[in-house]
């Protein structure tokens, strides 16, 4: 089966950083991606690793392990506007499907 | 780029009838498109994945013949929810991707009520 984990919730500081971990079990892998979704809304995209390593993006960074099936999502200089969930998703290679995680709710406090 | 826009936005509909929510990409011409459903405080499940002028392949659990899907052109798919219930009154989302690329883009979702 498909297993994707990461934390329910998270509350942090306006100008402070927050790290949000996911780890995967899934059969097929061809890449990690990260999203984030306001409440309503649909998922915007902020992140894709399919090799070893970090990609940053301005304040957002992203973290990829395949041999520990492990990701993480860093954010920088947290804005209130960065309260939202985030969701972590591994493409399984075959047809492209995504297989979403819970998805994490950050709450950023003033 | 990459836009990925939905019709309608919400719907609110009675038990027993029919519900077409369509998905286009604006920019760009779309080889696959996903459809998802979204429960309140929950993650997105996928329901099936279109490709122009082929079925659709539906993922385990979903009803094809409840979910009907038609991707009739390189930028517009549509599902019809057919006999609506209650229990099918959800945020359905769906995605696009073109041929060079993995990404998917979401479009803005449908928030489907019934009655």
């Known amino acids: 089966g498909q297993n994707i984990d990461q934390p329910t919730e998270m509350t942090a500081t306006e100008g402070a950083i927050v790290q949000i971990n996911c780890t995967y079990q899934t059969s097929g892998f061809n890449g990690l991606f990260w999203y984030q979704q306001h409440a309503g809304e649909a998922p915007t995209f902020l992140s894709y690793?399919?090799?070893?390593g970090l990609e940053e993006k301005g304040r957002f960074s992203s973290f990829l392990s395949r041999s520990k099936g492990y990701s993480y999502l860093l954010l920088k200089e947290l804005q209130m506007k960065d309260s939202a969930s985030y969701l972590c998703?591994?493409?399984?290679?075959?047809?492209?499907?995504?297989?979403f995680g819970g998805g994490t709710r950050v709450l950023v406090k003033p | 780029g990459a836009v990925v826009s939905q019709h309608p936005s919400w719907v609110i509909c009675k038990s027993g009838t029919s519900v077409k929510i369509e998905c286009r990409s604006l920019d760009f011409q779309a080889t696959t498109m996903f459809w998802y459903r979204q429960f309140p405080k929950q993650s997105l499940m996928l329901m099936a994945t279109?490709?122009?002028?082929?079925?659709?392949?539906?993922e385990q659990g979903v009803e094809k013949d409840k979910f009907l899907i038609n991707h009739a052109s390189l930028t517009l798919s549509t599902l019809t929810v057919t006999s609506a219930h209650p229990e099918d009154s959800s945020f359905y989302i769906c995605?696009?991707?073109?041929?060079?690329?993995?990404?998917?883009?979401f479009g803005p979702g449908t928030r489907l009520t019934v009655l």
């Open positions: 998703a591994v493409n399984r290679a075959a047809g492209n499907k995504l297989t």
């Open positions: 995605s696009a991707t073109h041929s060079s690329t993995d990404t998917q883009y």
């Open positions: 279109s490709n122009e002028g082929s079925k659709a392949t539906y």
């Open positions: 690793n399919v090799l070893d």
